[in-house]
């Protein structure tokens, strides 16, 4: 009997045999949910579309280019077919017929052998890195690049295949050059005519690169032939040296041969290249034979086993043909004269058993079989690259489905011409040695940065490989390119680097789950750990403002304050992290598509105004203040969090008639002072919407300055922010001034009261220790309500914030707001006869520290009419003390491009609507005008 399952759906229930596996998942796991109607699964757009890469040409299921084939019919190949025939193809090649045996004569015997060994260890490590990448995933087409591409990025893989593009093609130039060398020699052809190999090698490439773009598959068809006649060409001269060692037949004299007459190196000028070689030359030279070993991987999709193939065949491969190089350069050397071996490059063929014919013809078609096989795959590679959309410039060459790439083809028939001009195959070699070797390089830093990562995802069953391998491999070659050729070295290296920055310019993001992000996140955890660890070691030089940014969007996620934006964007010369979050009213789930596409319009605002940073929207269901309340707390992660509150002044505050007035003064001071209990700076932007406006105007008709008004000394904030400003380009030239606000204050170094210059040379002197340029203009506001609030407040008149910690007092200290206005009023004209006339009052500095005014007692308690009368002046008092910031501010700044002053202190006691006022009476008539408040940490410093 089947299983019975309730639906949700309704009360029928359902055989569990008789559903559908999808039925099934919906009602266990919701996987229809998950996978259709998953919030971030459906493309929501309010303004711009959704962020996400385009499905990438060469995917999985995308037929490697050699076995297109075999692939399409279903076949599956096994270790033999499928990789260690196609390595030992590719490996062996021209230079084990018409160098090795040269190289063993110039090098020696034993220095040939570790030439031959480096050459091999760094093909080993490769293929150990190679089989591990190749084993966690299918390799499609591409290959080499592929690998690459995929687990380094877009802009790496792309550059570093084409430099594996360029190298596959002058191959087939080297094959070329090494047909036409055995032609000539053994045939006895050379010399007819000027640049007779030149012309001839032209030819033939115009031959190779149209029977390619006529019939590829042919040449798919015969590769197993052409592999037949170089095993046979192989057999045939190593036989051939035994016996004629022995006294057989053969076309050298007795004198040629000589036992262990190639044991020590004999370095002599090669008469065809004027080139005296050396032992990192010789490894440049003979390199192009170990390539070959991605033949194998190249395959990994139609392979019935890649996890056992490609390792197994690969190494295979290499042994297979190390084997027969080690025993060419022992047999040769330890027989044949070494005058023989350098006078005679092609003395494979006067040795060949049972005649040179043979072998003559057997390198000859291996050559052009070789060539034939790069000329193929070279154009495959170049449209792989093209199709994957990350160099427009390669746009012409892309292929559809299984098209065949005819205009690769030509391109590649036009670079393999070019190196034919050199007429000899060893002014090339080193170029190809060079491509390859970054190319392995390449290979074994993807496995290396995978192995330390330990991503989740990289899970290879391929376990006979290491980080250490794959580091020192990867250092392997890139020291070998350093040591062959420093110059060429450089030149490939900048390639690399200047194709890397064009693919960089391109925008280019492609989702390929590749190695870069991975090691970018990895690096940040740790530091951000470390940063976390080091949070106590605080110092004001290492302070940045990180900046959260509180806006509100419209119905179709536009922010509404767009001037917020663009001010943080001015001081992102800061280099702080960057945040910009929004609060929107909505369900978690059913509104998380929308949240997304609200976050991506954010994101899109912030890109237009080149703002580096974090968007994010928060829905919430209720309470929006206890939303921001919670976003402010939690934004950013460890030491990377905000310090710093960027928020707009409201635009109802100046309207006393606005519906909930008092709520909302209540809300917007509530809100600040959790802010600043937080440990946060606030940031406050008044008549923002003129800063964008400014963005868009001629800068010569715009104001120059940035007034502050220097009121409070509370870290330094207010001076540091106008001074990033000015470092964005929309700033720059902009004057800061700083209007100083004078106190009475008593000098007693000097025995009087202190000067304006005075003041204003500290306060300069003060500037220069912190490193910043300002004018300084001291203000003096001789308003008697303004000097007897500075003068009666004890403690915090001493401060720099005096005015803004001791005017605003209410309801808690009403008795000593009584008590000031009372003595106001009694004493004025009092006050007015003794006070020192055109004296200047200054603000801070130690020594008002040790001239401190007395702290003014406790009154008497008054009466109740007393006390409401008392608190009316002091209300009274407090509008006038504002009025007074902005008579002056309007005269000397309303002009100004952007003022900023410090942000009243929003005390408990005081009354939130009172506040509100305040401000809008400080600021009334102003431009843009920035209100800060600091944390209370000191963020400027002489020091360093």
């Not at 009997?1 to 559903?19: H, N, R, Y």
């Not at 041969?257 to 003979?286: R, Y």
């Not at 391109?506 to 590749?514: A, K, L, P, S, T």
Request: glycine share 8%; proline share 5%; hydrophobic share 45%.
């Amino acid at each position: 009997m089947g299983v019975l399952m309730q639906s949700f759906d309704g009360d029928v229930a359902v055989p569990m045999e008789a559903m559908t596996m999808s039925h099934q998942q919906t009602m266990l796991w919701g996987v229809d949910r998950l996978a259709g109607d998953r919030p971030g699964s459906a493309t929501y757009d309010l303004n711009s579309p959704r962020h996400g890469a385009s499905p990438v040409p060469g995917g999985a299921g995308s037929p490697s280019f050699e076995d297109a084939g075999e692939e399409d019919a279903g076949v599956k190949l096994g270790t033999m077919k499928g990789v260690y025939l196609p390595c030992v193809q590719n490996i062996l090649g021209v230079i084990l017929f018409l160098r090795l045996p040269w190289i063993a004569a110039q090098a020696g015997v034993i220095q040939c052998t570790l030439v031959v060994g480096l050459c091999i260890l760094s093909t080993v490590i490769t293929s150990l890195s190679l089989a591990a990448i190749a084993t966690n995933g299918q390799v499609q087409a591409g290959g080499p690049y592929f690998i690459i591409s995929r687990n380094l990025g877009p802009e790496i893989g792309g550059s570093v295949g084409v430099i594996f593009y360029l190298g596959t093609t002058i191959a087939a130039t080297m094959y070329i050059l090494g047909a036409i060398e055995a032609l000539e020699v053994g045939f006895d052809l050379g010399g007819m005519f000027d640049f007779q190999r030149q012309l001839l090698a032209l030819m033939l490439t115009m031959v190779l690169a149209f029977i390619v773009f006529v019939g590829v598959k042919y040449v798919n068809m015969s590769a197993m032939f052409f592999l037949a006649v170089v095993i046979l060409s192989i057999f045939c001269f190593m036989i051939g040296c035994i016996v004629s060692s022995s006294g057989g037949p053969s076309e050298l004299k007795s004198e040629d041969f000589k036992s262990a007459d190639n044991m020590q190196p004999a370095w002599e000028k090669d008469n065809s290249t004027g080139i005296t070689p050396n032992f990192v030359w010789c490894i440049g030279l003979f390199y192009p034979s170990v390539t070959g070993i991605m033949a194998g991987s190249n395959r990994s999709a139609v392979l019935a086993d890649a996890k056992k193939s490609i390792p197994v065949g690969t190494i295979g491969a290499i042994i297979t043909t190390s084997t027969i190089y080690f025993s060419v350069i022992w047999l040769f050397g330890m027989t044949l004269s070494n005058d023989i071996l350098k006078k005679e490059k092609l003395v494979v063929t006067l040795v060949a058993f049972p005649h040179k014919i043979v072998v003559n013809l057997g390198i000859i078609m291996s050559c052009v079989g070789a060539g034939l096989q790069c000329l193929t795959g070279a154009p495959r590679l170049l449209s792989a690259i093209a199709n994957d959309d990350t160099m427009p410039i390669l746009a012409t060459f892309k292929t559809k489905g299984s098209d065949e790439p005819k205009k690769a083809v030509l391109l590649t028939y036009v670079i393999a011409s070019i190196p034919c001009l050199a007429g000899n195959l060893d002014l090339i070699t080193p170029i190809i040695t060079m491509f390859f070797l970054m190319m392995y390089a390449t290979v074994n830093s993807s496995c290396f940065l995978l192995e330390v990562m330990k991503a989740p995802g990289w899970r290879p069953t391929f376990g006979a490989y290491s980080w250490f391998t794959a580091l020192f491999g990867a250092i392997l070659c890139i020291t070998m390119m350093v040591l062959i050729a420093p110059m060429m070295a450089f030149v490939c290296y900048l390639m690399v680097a200047l194709m890397l920055v064009y693919i960089r310019s391109q925008r280019v993001e492609r989702n390929w789950g590749d190695a870069i992000p991975g090691l970018r996140f990895q690096t940040a955890r740790n530091q951000l750990i470390t940063l976390s660890n080091q949070a106590g070691n605080y110092h004001p030089k290492n302070w940045r403002p990180q900046v959260l940014v509180l806006t509100k969007l419209d119905e179709k996620g536009n922010p509404m304050k767009p001037e917020l934006v663009a001010t943080a964007a001015m001081m992102k010369k800061g280099r702080g992290l960057l945040m910009c979050m929004a609060c929107a009213e909505g369900d978690i789930e059913r509104d998380y598509d929308r949240r997304e596409a609200m976050a991506e319009n954010l994101r899109n605002h912030m890109k237009e105004y080149k703002l580096a940073g974090f968007p994010q929207v928060v829905l919430y269901n209720g309470d929006v203040q206890n939303a921001l309340n919670s976003a402010m707390q939690s934004s950013g992660c460890g030491a990377m969090q905000a310090n710093t509150v960027l928020l707009g002044w409201p635009s109802w505050a100046g309207n006393a008639d606005v519906e909930n007035r008092k709520q909302k003064c209540h809300d917007l001071v509530k809100f600040v002072r959790n802010v600043n209990g937080s440990r946060k700076a606030v940031m406050m932007l008044k008549n923002g919407h003129r800063i964008v406006e400014y963005m868009a105007r001629d800068k010569a008709v715009l104001s120059k300055t940035i007034d502050v008004w220097w009121i409070v000394h509370d870290g330094g904030l207010l001076l540091l922010v106008p001074h990033l400003m000015t470092m964005h380009k929309a700033w720059k030239g902009c004057q800061i001034r700083i209007f100083a606000v004078l106190n009475e204050y008593v000098d007693q170094e000097n025995g009087g009261l202190e000067s304006s210059e005075s003041f204003t040379k500290r306060i300069a002197v003060f500037l220069d220790q912190v490193r910043i340029q300002a004018e300084v203009i001291p203000v003096r506001l001789t308003e008697s309500e303004l000097e007897k609030a500075h003068a009666g407040h004890g403690d915090d008149a001493v401060k720099l914030g005096g005015i803004y910690s001791g005017i605003l007092k209410s309801r808690g200290n009403a008795d000593v707001a009584a008590q000031v206005a009372k003595d106001d009023r009694r004493s004025r004209r009092a006050q007015e006869e003794t006070k020192p006339s055109n004296t200047p009052i200054v603000l801070s500095g130690a020594q008002r520290r040790r001239n401190m005014p007395p702290v003014l007692q406790p009154p008497p308690p008054l009466d109740d009419d007393e006390y409401l009368m008392a608190q009316d002046d002091a209300d009274n008092f407090t509008m006038s003390v504002a009025r007074a910031f902005n008579q002056n501010m309007v005269e000397k700044s309303q002009h100004a491009r952007l003022v900023v002053t410090n942000l009243p202190l929003m005390s408990e006691e005081t009354s939130s609507t009172k506040i509100v006022d305040f401000v809008e009476e400080l600021t009334r008539g102003l431009g843009p005008t920035m209100l800060i408040r600091g944390n209370g940490t000191e963020i400027v410093t002489s020091i360093g």
